[in-house]
């Protein structure tokens, strides 16, 4: 089993619509989670990051940390064109020097 | 954009060469870490570098190799190539040496063609 699973999609959604991401993980260390957007042949850019359990928002995005479940969700609201990117779903613990990522999703939204 | 920046951009080598990729990190951030990301995966963490020093490894061979110098800015070297080093290869630069607690950002990548 890897340590970090994550539906490699593609998941296809009309302009507007409320879409879900997700990743799970088997290492109960992690503590920091964090979500990269990537663009085709371009760098992975930080959408968001959180430390622990919890949600935080930021705009349209926004990003759910349930350690007791191990899972980790973004949801990206009034999803737009410009939104169709790889997500990629990463993760660290507290003295590791790596970042854990999942395969990434490919999301694209449609007009 | 993030500030970080790698080159070259591209590059095509063949099978058995040796090849260097650079990356300037964000000003301020004194650790830079690399990762290999193969088509259609995630990043792969390679090692990283702080305050001049290899500070992690991932499952790499040690036909890569890596240096970073007192501005902070970073190389990776990797000898003997291979055609499953094909990849694109990405720098990410973070204030301090564990890139999990700090926010880590990344270059634009090189993407390694071995032929």
């Known amino acids: 089993q890897k340590e970090v699973e994550q539906d490699p999609g593609p998941l296809s959604v009309p302009e507007g619509a409320i879409v879900s991401l997700n990743c799970t993980y088997s290492?109960?260390?992690?503590?920091?989670f964090m979500w990269y957007r990537q663009y085709s042949r371009k760098g992975p850019e930080l959408l968001m990051y959180?430390?622990?359990?919890g949600n935080k928002e930021d705009g349209r995005f926004t990003a759910q940390v349930d350690k007791s479940s191990k899972y980790i969700s973004l949801f990206i609201r009034d999803s737009q064109p410009s939104d169709s990117a790889t997500y990629l779903c990463?993760?660290?613990?507290?003295?590791?020097?790596?970042?854990?990522f999942g395969k990434g999703t490919t999301l694209s939204v449609s007009s | 954009e993030t500030g970080v920046t790698q080159s070259p951009t591209h590059l095509i080598k063949t099978r058995g060469q040796q090849v260097t990729l650079r990356c300037s990190s964000q000003?301020?951030?004194?650790?830079v870490s690399w990762y290999q990301q193969a088509l259609g995966q995630g990043p792969q963490f390679i090692f990283q570098?702080?305050?001049?020093?290899?500070?992690g490894r991932g499952n790499f061979p040690p036909r890569f190799s890596g240096l970073q110098f007192p501005n902070y800015s970073s190389e990776l070297n990797v000898n003997a190539l291979e055609l499953d080093d094909s990849a694109l290869y990405l720098c990410?630069?973070?204030?301090?040496?564990?890139?999990?607690?700090?926010?880590?950002?990344f270059g634009q990548g090189t993407r390694l063609t071995v032929v």
């Open positions: 990410a630069s973070s204030l301090e040496g564990t890139p999990g607690t700090t926010e880590a950002f």
């Open positions: 290492n109960s260390a992690f503590q920091y």
């Open positions: 959180t430390y622990s359990s």
């Open positions: 990463a993760m660290a613990n507290q003295a590791g020097t790596a970042l854990i």
């Open positions: 000003s301020g951030h004194n650790t």
């Open positions: 570098y702080y305050r001049e020093e290899e500070n």
